[in-house]
């Protein structure tokens, strides 16, 4: 098999998987926070975005990595990150115009994921970074998939009474139950 059937194989794996996650433990548990939690807890993974600047760094990726993806993947991942900062702050104080952020976080950083996934000249070089498309992309697809549903949703009338501050945030639980759904 070679590296491209590998780097795509890999790729739906980890995105089956974090569906599963998702629609498992992840999806159930968000349900009964109010939508500025979930929106937060959604938004979280993706200030970690910065990683993908090791795009740039050679020694992780080998010589030949195309700049074409690079160089916008690298900064898009920047941007990203900054964007998802800013939602998590704007959500975290309540702040009006919080949901718009997500909603401008949210479009950025998957136009950046798409447009980096389509660049498959790339996957030879890509090197020890290899882990960022396979594995965290996945994770980041889902979660922004999981906040356009959550940003589409009209906020449930038994959340609506709930303050817009994120000051009593609750941790997700795995009950002992056979079926290891959140509490």
Same mark, same amino acid.
Do not use: C
């Given at each position: 098999?070679?590296?491209?059937?590998?780097?795509?194989?890999?790729?739906?794996?980890?995105?089956?998987?974090?569906?599963?996650?998702?629609? +498992?433990?992840?999806?159930?548990?968000?349900? %009964?926070?109010?939508?500025?939690?979930?929106?937060? +807890?959604? /938004?979280?993974?993706?200030?970690?975005?910065?990683?993908?600047?090791?795009?740039?760094?050679?020694?992780?990726?080998?010589?030949?990595?195309?700049?074409?993806?690079?160089?916008? %993947?690298?900064?898009?991942?920047?941007?990203?990150?900054?964007?998802?900062?800013?939602?998590?702050?704007?959500?975290?104080?309540?702040? %009006?115009?919080?949901?718009?952020?997500?909603?401008?976080?949210?479009?950025?950083?998957?136009?950046?994921?798409?447009?980096?996934?389509?660049?498959?000249?790339?996957?030879?070089?890509?090197?020890?970074?290899?882990?960022?498309? %396979?594995?965290?992309?996945?994770?980041?697809?889902?979660?922004?998939?999981?906040?356009?549903?959550?940003?589409?949703?009209?906020?449930?009338?038994?959340?609506?009474?709930?303050?817009?501050?994120?000051?009593?945030?609750?941790?997700? /639980?795995?009950?002992?139950?056979?079926?290891?759904?959140?509490?």
């Amino acid at each position: 098999m070679d590296a491209s059937a590998i780097f795509g194989l890999q790729l739906i794996f980890s995105l089956i998987v974090w569906g599963l996650i998702a629609k +498992w433990i992840a999806a159930p548990w968000l349900q %009964t926070l109010s939508r500025r939690q979930a929106l937060f +807890w959604l /938004t979280l993974p993706h200030a970690f975005r910065h990683i993908g600047m090791a795009f740039l760094v050679p020694g992780i990726v080998l010589q030949g990595l195309p700049e074409n993806f690079a160089i916008p %993947t690298a900064y898009g991942d920047l941007i990203s990150a900054v964007l998802a900062l800013f939602a998590l702050s704007a959500l975290r104080s309540g702040r %009006t115009g919080a949901l718009l952020l997500v909603w401008i976080f949210n479009i950025v950083g998957s136009v950046d994921l798409i447009l980096a996934l389509s660049h498959a000249e790339a996957i030879p070089y890509i090197g020890a970074a290899w882990y960022i498309p %396979t594995f965290l992309v996945p994770l980041l697809l889902v979660t922004h998939f999981m906040i356009f549903i959550r940003l589409l949703q009209r906020e449930r009338s038994n959340k609506a009474n709930q303050s817009s501050r994120l000051d009593n945030f609750t941790q997700p /639980t795995i009950s002992s139950g056979s079926q290891g759904a959140p509490n």
